[in-house]
């Protein structure tokens, strides 16, 4: 496989995706494409990064109307290359996890047509919660953090920064391991640099992790000392309350020295979670129904009716990953 994109989280999975993206193009029409992540979002643009560098790109149109299936930060898409900036991304390949958050009431009745979830960003393969050992601990909120995380297809860890504030370390760690015995923990102070050694061995060649927590924990100062410079804006957290800022605004998926993707997330609110129990995947498994194989994994058997549905254009990819990454899934066969 090509090194250039492994190092950006390209995989086996992709590949096989983007040959059956290309597969009844004729080679001219193929010349014109490459694969490419995104890795910055705006409005109406999108940053990508694939063999030829990084680029801005837009959105083709008959991808734009199919609201469901804009391209998120993280995801593998294909480009039609085009003079500089000028490319435009022609299909979106299925995610292997999806981080998304359920819209509220408000923004459905403002914008109705719109898809329900917002997507936070597509393939990330470890989510690190980042909390601190102050006003912001919160135990049952890190737990549905961890369940948000799992329901994305990711792997969640904790993160509790800030250690140099605090003497008794020790007692908020045992708080955390509360939360579940195989949940890995690191206690670091990213300003000072203590502890980061066991952040930086996760981040291995092409996987990508992603930083949630509320504003104000040090994410993008934790993001800072990984990337060894000043990429991300930090923020000082208001005395009065302890509460932080809202610092981050712009989402940017970073390319680390060494090793890895990182994306530094703006400070969630409060997660308005994918509800996993009322979450019906009713039409997902009408098609599961017609698969040739019983037990097929919906991902590359022949014969698969969902795969078939999302390259008809029929079932929404996205979807498709949310179903894969329901943690009720394999109770129901
Ligand atoms: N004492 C101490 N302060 C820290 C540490 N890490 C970050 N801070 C401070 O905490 C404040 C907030 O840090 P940010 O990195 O901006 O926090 P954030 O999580 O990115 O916040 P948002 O972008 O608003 O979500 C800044 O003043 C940092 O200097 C740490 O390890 N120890
Ligand atoms: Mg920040
Ligand atoms: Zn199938």
């Known amino acids: 496989m090509v090194p250039e994109l ?22 001219d029409e193929r010349g ?21 560098g990084e680029q801005e790109a837009r ?3 008959a991808l734009r109307r199919q609201g469901e299936v804009i391209p998120a930060l993280g995801d593998w898409c294909v480009l039609q290359m085009g003079p500089e900036n000028a490319g435009r991304v022609v299909g979106l390949l299925p995610r292997r996890t999806t981080f998304a958050r359920a819209l509220g009431a408000d923004n459905e009745r ?9 997507v936070i960003a597509a393939n990330v393969d470890l989510i690190l919660i980042v909390t601190t050992p102050d006003a912001d601990f919160d135990l049952e909120r890190l737990e549905r953090y961890i369940q948000a995380v799992w329901q ?15 003497e008794n370390v020790h007692w908020w760690l045992e708080q955390l391991r509360t939360l579940g015995a195989d949940l890995e923990v690191h206690t670091v102070a990213a300003a000072t640099g203590e502890g980061l050694q066991g952040v930086r061995a996760l981040l291995a060649e092409g996987v990508t992790l992603a930083l949630i927590g509320s504003s104000g924990v040090g994410k993008s100062t934790l993001t800072n000392a990984l990337l060894g410079r000043d990429a ?8 009065s309350d302890q509460q932080g800022r809202h610092t981050t605004t712009a989402r940017t998926l970073y390319l680390v020295p060494g090793g890895g993707l990182l994306i530094d997330n703006p400070g969630l609110r409060d997660i308005a979670v994918w509800d996993a129990d009322s979450a019906d995947f009713g039409d997902v498994e009408a098609l599961a129904a017609q698969c040739r194989f019983r037990k097929c994994t919906h991902t590359t058997e022949p014969g698969c009716a969902v795969q078939a549905a999302v390259r008809a254009g029929d079932l929404s990819p996205v979807r498709l990953a949310a179903f894969q990454a329901h943690p009720a899934r394999g109770r129901r066969r």
Request: proline share 6%; glycine share 8%.
């Open 6 to 27: 492994q190092a950006l989280g390209w995989g086996d999975d992709f590949d096989a995706a983007y040959r059956a993206f290309c597969a009844p193009l004729s080679p």
């Open 32 to 52: 014109q494409l490459t694969p490419v992540r995104v890795v910055g979002t705006s409005r109406q643009t999108f940053r990508v990064r694939g063999l030829h």
């Open 59 to 61: 959105l083709a149109g």
């Open 110 to 118: 403002r914008r109705p047509q719109a898809a329900r979830q917002q």
């Open 152 to 166: 994305s297809g990711a792997r969640p860890a904790l993160v509790l920064n800030k250690t140099d504030l605090r």
């Open 232 to 239: 991300a804006l930090t923020g000082e957290v208001r005395v």
